[in-house]
Structures are given as C-alpha cells and as structure tokens.
C-alpha cells in the first residue's frame, strides 16, 4: 500500500478535482466529500477484487447475514480511518484550510434501519471484516430510509428521508448480476413418468432485483467484504402500444418500485402488510439466487455438500421466508426430494431473536401468504404437517401444546415458530433474554430442540464507538496501557491497575469535559438551549417505547423541577437532561412521550426560579451520527426498561465504553455489565425479572395505590390531569391509571429517584466518580462486536 502523506493525499485531490474543472482551493466541502471518497475508492477497489479472488481459490466456507436493515452509518471517515489515512486527511484538509469534520457531515447516514437491530448488524459486519471472516450482508436499498424527525412545536413531524437525493459514492451497481423474481400465479403440478411431480408457476409478477454492492472495510488488514443491497426494478421496459396501455404498464412500474420504496418505521407493532411482505420476499429470492450462484460457480459440488460451504444467519424473523423459498428452489429447481432437501436446509439456517414484546412478534395472515406466495405457502404447510405429525407421534409430551407450536395456527403463519423449525441454531442476545426464551417465549420449542438454543451476547464495534468517536480517549488508554486492547478489546482491564492513577483520572476527566463542551456547542446551536458543561450529562437515547420508559425519566424531571419549586434552596447537582429519540408514526402514546418531554423542556429551562441548576434537551433526529456525537459526553447512561423486556441493549455499551455510568434495571445486557463491574459500579433500581413476571401472573399489583399514597407521584399525575403543562398531558394520566401501568413506571418511581439521589451525591466527589468511570471502560472489552462475532463464528457458523 502507498505511504501516504498530506503532500501527496492532497496532490491526489487535486488531480480529481481538477477532472471535474474544480480548483483545489475553491471546492466545497460536499465537492471535497466526494473528492476524498473516490480517492479512497481506488483503494478499496483493489482490495475488494483481491478479497474476492482468494474467497474465489480458497473456496472458505461463507456467511451470509440476511436483514431488512442495516444501520451503517458514515462511511467516508470509517473507511479512512480503517485504511490509516485519517490523520493523514485531516492534516491536509487543515492545511488546506477546510475544517475535516465539516467535510465528514457532508454524508447523509444512510437510514437503512429502525434502532438496535439494524445497528447491530453494521456493528458484525465491521467486526466480520476486522477479523478476517469471509461474512458478507445481504439487504434492501430502501429508496427512503427511515423518516426525518423534526420537532415543530414539542410534536414529532415526519419528513421523507430521501438519502440518495446526491449519489452515494460507495456503492457500486451491479446490472449484470440482476436476477428476476416471481409473485403471485398460480402453481401447476405434473406427475412424471417415474412418479416424481413437478411444479410449474403461471401468471406470475416478475420483478427484477439489482444489486448495489457496498464495500466493508477490514480495520487495517485489506479485507473488503461485500454489503449487497437489492433494487426493485421493472423486469421489462414500457412498451408503447397505445395510450392506456402505456399508463397501465407506468403504473405497474412504479408498483414494483415501491418495493424497495421505503423502510417500514413501525419496529412495536406487526402490522401484516403486504408490500412489507414483497420486501421480505424480494430480499430472500434475490439473495438465496445469488448465494447459490456463488456455491455453484465457486464450490462446484453436489448441494448436499452445501451446509459444509454457507451458512446463514436470519436477523430476526424477517428473513425467515428463506426456509421455504430453500426448499423450493431445491425441490423444483433442482429436482431433491423433501427428505433431502430439508436435510440441507435445515442445516443452513441460524436464526437470532431480538424481541419478546409480543406485538412484534410476526405472524401473516394464510390468505396473503397464500396469494402473494402460493408455492411458499404450500411448502410451509408441507413443513408445518410434518412438525405437527412428529410431534403428535414422537413426542407425546407436547401433544396438548401443538397448537400454540403450529407454524400454521389460528389462521396465521407464525414467523418465529417457522424459524426455529427451519434452522439449526436459535440464539437470544444477552443471557437473560436467552434464558427467558428458553423458559417463556419458546418454552415447549426448547423442550423439542435442547441443543439449538444458545447465548450470544450483542456487541458494539470498539473501533466506530471509542476509536473513532471519541479519540482523545482512545489515545490516553492507549498511552496508558499501550496499544495491544485495539486488536484485542480485553485487555482494557490493564486500566485496572490505574484505577487510583490520579494524572490519568485527571486527564480522563479533561476529556470528558471537552466532549461535553463539544456536545454544549452543538446543543446551543440546534436548539438555542444554553447548557452548563460541568452538570451532570444525564443521557437517554434509543427508540422511543413505553417499555424503554422514558416517561420514568421524565417523571423523575418534574420531580426535581417541582421539588427545586417548593425549596429553591435545595443542594442539587446541577443536572443536563438529554433525550434523543424517534417514534414509530402511528404510535400515539410514545408521541405524546415527546411532546410531554419538549413541555417538560421548555418549562424548566425558562423557569428563572430553577438558576439554570436543571437543563431539558430533546435532540431531534437521533441516528447514527448523532449518537457519535452525544456518547463521548455522556456521564450517565440510561438503561432504564422494565425488567425482561429489553432484549439486550447496545447504546448501554456504546456510553459504557465511553465512560459513562449506568443507572439501569436488571435487563438485557445490564446484567451483564453488572457482573463484570460489580454493584459498586453501576446504579441498579427498580424491579427485577421474576417480579415482573409474577406480578403479570398474580394481577397482585396496583397501580393506583401508589398513586394513592406517594405524594410525589400523586403530584406529578394531578399535574398532567390539571393541564400544569398544558392540556394535551390528560391522556397519558388516564391511560397510566386505567391500564394499571403495565411497565411499572409507579412501582419503580421510588427507587429510581432514591438512586438518582444516590448518584448526586456520588458525582461530587470527583475523584471517586472517575475511577468508577475508568472501571466501566476497563471492562468494557467484553462488550466488543469482536467478541461477540468470535462466539457466532465458532460455535454456530464453524467458519
Ligand atoms: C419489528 C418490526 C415489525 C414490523 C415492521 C418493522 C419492524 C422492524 C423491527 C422489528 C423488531 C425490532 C427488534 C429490535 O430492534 N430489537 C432490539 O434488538 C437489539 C439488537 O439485538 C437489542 O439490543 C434490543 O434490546 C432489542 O430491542
């Protein structure tokens, strides 16, 4: 690879700029954007052809990661920093006089992705590519991606999220590896001489699928994975045979686009709609085609050979139509029959849950699977009779329980039971939501299949979320402890013996300042709100859901607000609020969350009785690079759902490794945090697992007698009755009390706020706080993607 230097980085540009009759001093920064990404392109271009060729000849068995989403982020700065070039670009960018960070916000963060899950899946494949695993993904470019938030007025808005409105320089469109899919039609079956029975499809949709290929950049090792997205597009061009015709034919196009059209917002609640379907179908065809293609070319052996070459990985259950569509394509195409096929198949899939709410559970109903898909239906009915039949015959024991097993049950087709059927591997994604899987969720599954079921904690990519995001401290631990912990994030527990290293604790508490500071400025420009670096920055940002609780948080605001009322005298640390959050469209509670927080908001932060001792902030728009600004600055990091309901959480190891302490439940991943920091560490509250479950099962507990009896809470709900902050507030109260507070947002209050008490007292003093800090880092390690992705390559993939 070159040496790279300013002169030269900046002589390159030049020479591309000047291609395009631009004047190096006199570009822009979105003309320099894209200057710097073709440069850098060259780069991985060359890679990315000597990736592919010794996958070509070494023929290593590949993973595939099949997921509507996949939240990757800005690439242009991963992708330099990753090639080592980045301090090389912004020495030359500053020497040329342009600010490199502007530069980098040229990019628009593809939305390709709701929250966690998506995030999730960029996180493995940078760890898939550092590690050197032949793992690829495979998704859809939605043409909008997920919508815009703006606060109008406290109220969520929804704007288009049209992303590619400017070409995105990273991916590369690939007309030539097209391929057609079909819907709908009808299936006709023939009885050969010998017997067997063929299928053939009539009057069926097609549609063909393109692939734009992204390019994942190994962490200084030139391995180029391949991120293939698929696009909707017309099989055949629009005729002209006359005038309505014409308009007929337009109008099925623009049908056939809205394929890949937009990404569905609504991460809470199934819907059953059917374009959503066609997008799991489009993403499930067009990549099983393509993975196939590849065996053949490359493998050039007998398909029973094929779960010795590929493995793949459903992200939830939105994939899982690649079990039917499998068989179909082996029995119909390529004449196996069942036995054999599912032998293959049901080697070849792995499926992870994210989610035991069970409205996001999906299910379809028969009649538009059955049209959409006939073939796919018929083949899962083929599945499901012979599930049942095993079960009624060989396992007497779950006869009584077939119906809450059936795939085909009630007049739906149940997507999670088709997919722990299908596949050879279940995992969940922290231990207790593993566990909760194991004895809830999928409780008589587990009894069937003991094996299948395993843990694999989530993970974050250290070298996005602390290299790159914060690298001022990045470079102290590495002074620190030396640079070994980059390859292998464990050895962040060296920090340890440095736990009562004043200098450092010093110098880490410099950086957070910064970091906050930093946040301040951009916080005052968005939104004109003047925040004091030195209060505590207390952070909640994910999806906005009522099990995530962010009403608990707000909840605890007006406590201080109307406790700081009645006593301005009142010894408080001063206290920054941050919210950052998006929620589903249609999701009316959650939206009226926002607007209470923005009231909230702009109440406290007016109210000259508060001396600025209390902050609100709602930043709109949380994505990708927001995150990366807000998680550097963060102090204290709220895990805050109900017990059992968060499956794992990765934005607690994002702030985690940044420094930041938790105050959390025990759930998710925060169990895991906590056993690895220990209770000194970590600021747990609230009810546990077991209780939840017990109190859904005893109906034992009472929302309104908290209500009755804790003056606090009775305070804070008379105010959103009364209209205190405005009138539209009146809802939330009635719905809290009728439905008796199904997330125990009552039942915690008390000891939240007890331990938000706890923790102001905590935070003076300093010194202690920090090396708290230093101890969140240290074993932070454990909650690198790398980690993580090693689990799956070994005990699930056996890459
Ligand atoms: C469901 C649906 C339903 C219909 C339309 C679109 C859509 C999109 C996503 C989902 C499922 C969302 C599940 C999810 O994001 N789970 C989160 O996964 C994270 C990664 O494993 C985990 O850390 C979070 O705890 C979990 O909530």
Redesign the pocket.
Known sequence: MKKWTPALFSSQLESILKEHEIEIKEASSKEMYYAISSLISQEIERNWKKTEKRYHSKRPKQLYYLS??FLIGGLLKNNLFHYDMLDTCNQAMTELGFDPDQIYQEERDPGLG???????AACFLDSLAALQYPGHGYGIRYRYGLFEQRIINGYQTELPDYWLDSPYPWEIRKIDEAVEIEYGGSVHMQQAEDGSFTFSYHNTDKVLAVPYDVPIIGFQNKVVNTLRLWSAEPADAVQQPDETEYYHQLEHHHAIEQISGF?????????G?WL?LKQQYFLVAASLQKILKDYQENVRKSLSKLPDKVVIQIN?T?PSLAIPEMMRILMDEESLGWDEAWQITSNMFAY?N??I?SE?L?KWPVTVMHQLLPRLYMIINEINERFCRDIWEGHTELRERISEMAIIADGYVHMARLAVVGSFSVNG??KL?TQILKTQELKDFYQLYPKRFNNKT?GITHRRWLLMANPRLAEVITETISSHWIKRPRELTHLLRHINDKPLLDQLDIIKNENKQKLADYIQQTTGILVDHQSIFDVQIK?LHEYKRQLLNTFHVIYLYNELKENPLLDITPRTFIFAAKAAPSYYFAKEVIKLINTVASVVNHDPAIKGKLKVVFLENYNVSLAEKIIPAVDLSEQI?TAGK?????GNMKMMMNGALTIGTLD??NIEMKQLVSEANIFLFGLQSDEVFQYYQTGEYQANELYQTDDRLAKILDQLRDGYFGHEFKDIYYQLLSTNDPYFILKDFDDYVETHQHIDQTYRNKDSWLSKSLVNIAHSGKFSSDRTIREYATSIWKL
Do not use: Q
């Open positions: 509507m989403e709701n929250g966690g899950l998506g995030r999730l990404l569905y917002p609504d991460d809470s609640s199934e819907e709609k959503r939830d939105h992870t994210h989610t709410m996001a999906e994604v922290a939501h989530n999806r759902s968060e499956a794992s959480g990765t998710g991943a």
